[in-house]
């Protein structure tokens, strides 16, 4: 195999932005990647109905680091696009996270202020300090009968395990509103890629320093891998110690379907937090963007514990096997442990693209005090 500097497992947000830095510092760069594709979870296509998809899931793009947003828009123009999110709850439709709408719709109350609201809350919420566990994080904010209908069950299925079984950072994820605000998010850029998020990496590692090995599997290869500066691992990092102990991971079965009309659903996505179907959600791809097509294509999200790993699953146990991995990932000189599935953390895409941008310049900082260094001697 042809000597490289640098060697990146996977070719995801991590391991694109890592490969387009040193590519932009002239060091020859392999990504390494086990699926078909570049762009990790982030792949998308136009389909059949000519509507881009998503094949691991819609993902939507916020973030209030400046840095992240400049770097992101030299590889792709963006359109503006604040999310929302609808829930179907006892056969009412409300929006999620819980505003003033949610609290009148689903009780019949008059609410219309923040003050109300606050009232409101302050009546039905359990307050609890330090929240534990996502249960406890929930209560606090909005009581029993909102945990019920929207949180207890929709977690089950997503985690299968009950909030109280799950970090609160999991929970905390999702705010409560006392206003109408129904946006998910509330950073200040909220933007999708204007042709898709694989054109943007496409854009990302268009550089003829930069060399993609598609289905390829690390594991496979690495005995003919020598004699490179860094390598970047951006897998599970149980899978690179192959230790007994398995880190758990949660996976997404997406049952896609073509409906015969132009829309399926008033919004992007839906959630279903309740009991009365297996999945957590639907999603109606062409809602992003306003793409126009006869016919529309919508995929309802199964989680599941087998298959591809997209979810770490933030509990004391799991964090307790990782840090174990982490300790002997730390004795490892020149490999670096990068992004959600080698960090086992539950990062978003504005911070995976932080984290790679921050590591790239952090290295660079430490080899050049090594050359001054050097240079003084
Ligand atoms: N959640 C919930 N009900 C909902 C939406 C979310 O209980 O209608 C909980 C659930 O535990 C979920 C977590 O909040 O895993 C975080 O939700 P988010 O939408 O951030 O998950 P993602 O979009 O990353 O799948």
Same mark, same amino acid.
């Given at each position: 195999m042809k000597h490289k500097d640098i060697v990146i @497992?996977?070719?995801g947000i991590s391991g694109a932005v890592l490969a387009e830095r040193y590519a932009s510092i002239g060091k020859s760069v392999l990504i390494i990647e086990k699926r078909n594709h570049i762009g990790g979870n982030c792949y998308d296509y136009i389909d059949e109905n000519g509507i881009l998809v998503s094949k691991y899931g819609a993902h939507l793009?916020? $973030?209030?680091?400046?840095?992240v947003w400049e770097y992101v828009n030299r590889f792709s123009e963006w359109y503006d696009w604040e999310h929302k999110v609808l829930a179907r709850v006892d056969d009412k439709t409300v929006p999620i996270p819980v505003n003033i709408t949610t609290v009148n719709t689903l009780f019949g109350t008059n609410i219309q202020s923040e003050? +109300?609201? #606050? +009232?409101?809350? &302050?009546?039905?919420?359990?307050?609890?300090?330090?929240? #534990?566990?996502?249960? *406890?994080? @929930?209560? !606090? #904010? @909005?009581? *029993?009968?909102l945990y019920e209908k929207m949180f /207890?069950?929709? $977690?089950? /299925?997503?985690? &299968?395990?009950?909030p109280s079984e799950l970090d609160a950072s999991v929970l905390n994820r999702i705010p @409560?509103?006392?206003?109408? &605000? &129904?946006?998910y998010f509330s950073d200040k850029y909220q933007a999708l890629p204007k042709e898709g998020y694989t054109a943007l990496f496409a854009n990302l590692l268009n550089n003829p320093n930069i060399e993609v090995l598609l289905e390829t599997d690390y594991f496979d290869i690495k005995d003919q891998l020598s004699g490179y500066e860094k390598l970047f691992y951006t897998g599970p990092i =149980?899978?690179?110690? $192959?230790?007994?102990d398995k880190l758990e991971y949660r996976s997404i079965n997406f049952h896609y379907e073509t409906v015969d009309q132009e829309y399926f659903q008033e919004n992007s996505v839906i959630n279903y937090p309740g009991m009365e179907v297996g999945f957590t959600r639907i999603v109606e791809f062409k809602h992003f963007g306003n793409q126009k097509s006869k016919k529309t294509t919508i995929a309802k999200e199964y989680t599941v514990d087998q298959g591809e790993p997209y979810y770490p699953v933030p509990n004391p146990r799991n964090q307790e096997i990782?840090?174990?991995?982490?300790? *002997?990932?730390? #004795?490892? $000189?020149d490999v670096h442990f990068v992004g959600r599935l080698a !960090?086992?953390?539950?990062? !978003?895409? =504005?911070?995976a693209f932080k984290n790679a941008l921050d590591l790239f310049e952090e290295l660079q900082h430490a080899s050049n005090k090594i050359q001054e260094k050097d240079l003084v001697r």
């Open positions: @497992v996977g070719a793009f916020h $973030t209030n680091f400046e840095e003050q +109300e609201m #606050k +009232e409101w809350l &302050d009546a039905n919420r359990l307050p609890i300090e330090e929240p #534990k566990n996502g249960e *406890e994080a @929930v209560l !606090n #904010k @909005v009581g *029993e009968v /207890k069950h929709y $977690t089950k /299925k997503q985690w &299968d395990k009950f @409560v509103r006392f206003n109408y &605000d &129904d946006r =149980d899978r690179f110690f $192959t230790f007994k990782y840090q174990k991995y982490r300790a *002997e990932a730390e #004795k490892l $000189t !960090n086992y953390k539950y990062f !978003n895409m =504005d911070q």
